[in-house]
């Protein structure tokens, strides 16, 4: 499965999931799907997972 990293600024967390700004782009992760760095500000996602929360974008 390939895996991209972008960066996302954390705006909340719960048990399961990251609400995170990528660029502006406001979109919920599941932490079971993705690898949050918050020092770093990067997510690291599969690209299906990518394609389906920005759609509108290339990867």
Do not use: H
């Not at 782009?25 to 990518?50: G, R, Y």
């Amino acid at each position: 499965m390939k895996k991209l990293i972008i960066e996302a600024k954390l705006i909340r967390e719960t048990p399961n999931a990251y609400k995170l700004d990528c660029e502006g782009d406001i979109e919920w992760f599941p932490k079971s799907q993705v690898t949050f760095d918050p020092k770093k500000e990067e997510l690291e996602a599969p690209v299906w997972l990518l394609k389906e929360r920005f759609p509108n974008e290339e990867f």
